[in-house]
């Protein structure tokens, strides 16, 4: 039984009633299956919606909506229940959550529209979902300059208010369409039509006038196998996503004590700051590791093999003072350094590095000692790193050096 799409009729159909549920499951969840319904089923990169089912004195909660491929709709519930055939349902569909899918639907065939004739940019796929809303476009780069003219296009279509519907054409209509893309479906194509502006074939939601929308704003670009990806927003989340970038900027202009227009410099006054004082850290840093090396070497006399293996053990030193620490001890060529940082997590970071005159195989030694801790690295013979468990803290005090 293929179930009737009320939504396809009238998308602001936010309620209904009707009668000849069945009970049956979707992904091991209890759901409904109705003769018809004006709750979305997931598909075409648009969420299904969610809302109640009213049965007599009992509500259902329905938490998801999907359909099958011979066309039935279930609406997947929060709970089991049951459900008497005859019985008389009203349906109610959370309606924030619909409009701001049609919304952000129509949007995205805009800017799919605008990203096509601005920068000759073609959808590869679309994912509209709660938390962002995405294009994929057959590009590799697409120019800000097109990304901000396309953003202008579409916003200038909202602002026209312009008439946005879904038909059905006849065979001879739809060759004389000029399509977007073309259709998934050989027969009973539906196409939603943003008036003068856009033709796609789509089975989704959509508003009934673009200035329903409100704005739409591509809030970041980044590129994905090859392709780039649009983020963007519409509706009420470009409201939303303003006010808590003001917030964020209106936190920063107190945190410095500086109006709007002073922000880039005070950034650039910090970030220059950072920078002396990470060159008088490292600075620091550097003194400390040839001291630490300095002594940790006058502990250790020459060892009459010509190989002179040195374990040390720091806290909570970072990769960068470990390979300097290593660097330092190894500079005698007789030397074997294997050296520890202890983290916070109690993870040992390990630093195995041999001098000019040693044969010692680091890699080889480090990949050992990894499978036999549970832990991992390795590495040339002459340098190896690797993570070590805690218990590798018990193998370098063992030697009896200071941590």
């Known amino acids: 039984m293929t179930t009737e799409k009320l939504y396809w009729d009238d998308p602001a159909q936010f309620s209904f009633e009707t009668t000849g549920a069945r009970v049956a499951s979707w992904q091991d969840k209890t759901a409904i299956v109705l003769p018809r319904t004006a709750f979305y089923a997931e598909g075409g990169g648009q969420l299904g919606d969610t809302g109640t089912l009213r049965v007599g004195a009992q509500t259902l909660r329905v938490v998801d909506t999907q359909i099958d491929d011979a066309g039935e709709i279930f609406h997947v519930l929060e709970t089991p229940a049951e459900v008497a055939h005859d019985v008389v349902i009203l349906g109610s569909i959370d309606v924030d959550r619909r409009r701001d899918m049609m919304a952000h639907h129509t949007a995205q065939h805009m800017l799919s529209r605008a990203m096509m004739d601005v920068a000759g940019a073609a959808t590869v796929s679309a994912r509209l979902s709660l938390g962002s809303c995405t294009i994929d476009f057959d590009k590799a780069a697409l120019p800000d300059a097109d990304v901000a003219s396309a953003e202008d296009l579409v916003n200038a279509i909202v602002r026209d208010d312009v008439v946005v519907r879904a038909f059905f054409p006849n065979e001879d209509e739809l060759r004389s369409l000029d399509l977007r893309r073309a259709p998934k479906v050989q027969t009973g194509v539906r196409i939603v ?39 963007f927003l519409a509706s009420a989340r470009v409201l939303v996503d303003a006010r808590a970038k003001d917030k964020l900027l209106g936190d920063l202009m107190r945190d410095m004590t500086c109006g709007l227009a002073d922000v880039p410099a005070g950034v650039a006054r910090l970030r220059a700051e950072l920078a002396d004082r990470v060159d008088a850290l490292a600075k620091a840093r550097g003194e400390l590791v040839r001291h630490v090396a300095d002594e940790v070497l006058s502990a250790c006399p020459r060892d009459a093999s010509g190989t002179t293996v040195v374990r040390v053990l720091r806290e909570g030193d970072d990769v960068g003072a470990l390979r300097t620490l290593a660097g330092r001890l190894t500079a005698r060529e007789d030397v074997v350094a294997i050296c520890g940082s202890r983290e916070a997590s109690g993870e040992v970071l390990v630093i195995v590095q041999r001098g000019s005159a040693a044969s010692f195989d680091c890699g080889a030694w480090l990949k050992e000692t990894a499978a036999r801790l549970n832990g991992r690295g390795g590495g040339r013979p002459e340098r190896a790193e690797g993570k070590l468990p805690a218990t590798f803290v018990n193998e370098l005090r063992s030697i009896g050096f200071p941590a």
């Open 193 to 231: 039509e943003v008036a003068g502006f856009d033709l796609t074939p789509c089975g989704g939601t959509h508003v009934t006038r673009s200035g329903q929308i409100g704005a739409v704003r591509v809030t970041g670009m980044e590129r994905i196998k090859g392709k780039i990806r649009a983020t």
